[in-house]
DNA sequence: CCCAGATGTAACAAAATGTAAAAAAGACTT
DNA sequence: AAGTCTTTTTTACATTTTGTTACATCTGGG
């Protein structure tokens, strides 16, 4: 599985130099691999050549429509396709969804925000991937006797007890789950909840710990499941798959 | 296989002359060979002699009945049949697509969202040759032994209770069913229910979730089907197919 | 042991969401 | 055209979730 933005290789398909060359360097800083074209002729070969997860698609590209070079790409390929859009394509945007787009993004776009959604796509992708096998999460995160299920957003005690935790405390767990063993900076995690940055004051991290530690059972000045890694982050240190 | 809009042919079947003009030179302006009648008369020999792909027919023609002329199309010929119909002819629609039609518009519409159903249509209908099943839903969309039936708008719950949803009801909730464990932004939402931006101070979108949640019988504080994903939207959660 | 900086956390502040009810907008009927 | 019914949108306020602040506590190095 792929686990590593290194791994994952990007299409970015857009005939404005401009926006190409913005999405390329952003994507690129986020530490993906970035192929770019500036048309959609061969795009189905390409994708299969160069084993591309996931096309940036322009759906105004001049020459091919993008709805169509977007059914063409799901006729023949499990890609994960996000539609750039601009703002007066509203049925664009929900027929290429028909079509089998996986998202979409209108323009004017904030980069950081097309990022999330490429973020969460890959995720979907891979983790549906796996879900049979074992390796990961056929019916959500278990460690300790707890279980997470990540498709409810809850968490159930070795007891049974059930609750729903919020979006923030929920993305939290995950993310350390996700990690075993791994210290996680303040800054990684707040990437991971948030699409924000961490700011040396900011203690917002911090807090949600305490509020997942609390709800864990887990004694703060003896943690089992979240350590603290005093001067660099947080950690966990259950046992998963149990 | 037809893939360039000037292999295919349709015919615009309406009365008014405006209206027709107005629809023969968007198509062809999107580059598709146009026919144009006012009448009915003999559609089912020109259709076939013409080597006609697709219909757009308006329901109210002076003369002969729309529904009547549907169903002598469909019982002679596969072409792709879009009826235009008038905003009151609910159950003219409903009929009109039992009786065979596609797809339907209602007048007024925008001319680009008729341009995209009928690509749409089109790929539907080229595609089922070689793929065989399209992704088309045959009979609706069920979860977790809810039935949701798009045609009727209807929605059957899981003891058989039927209800009628209002249409912002539906789109939302087929949109939600359409993209499960994805996280659907207020914006798109506010996209697939009308052809609308979302606005920041806008709650149009949550009171419409609220809406559908009590009608699902989904707790809002334990919310089983639509999960709300704080600062971001909305999600569905149930297991399609079942 | 003392100190500076880092962490834990309660309490408060701010922002987002849930939802009833009123207002507005359509659609249909007479 | 006026009135009625349905649906949608707005408004207002309760509630939930998130973020900030302040201070207590802890850590590790002199």
Redesign the interface.
Known sequence: MKTTPADIHILIVEDDLASRSLLVSYFENAGYRVSEADNADHLGERIERDSVDLVLLDISLPGK?G??VT?ELR?NSSVGIILVTSKGD??????G????AD??V?KPFNPRELLVRAK?LLW?MFSADTAGNGNSNPSGYSFEGWQLDP???QLTSPGGQQE?L???EFKLLQTLVNHPGQVLSRDQLMDAI?DREWTPNDRSVDVLIGRLRRKLGDNPSNPQLILTAHGAGYMFAGNTGT
Chains 1, 2 share one sequence.
Do not use: F, Q, S, W
């Open positions: 429509d709805l169509t059914r006729a509203e049925i664009d945007r929900i027929v969804l028909e079509l089998g998202d979409y209108t969460n979907r498709h409810k957003r729903r919020p979006e923030g948030h």
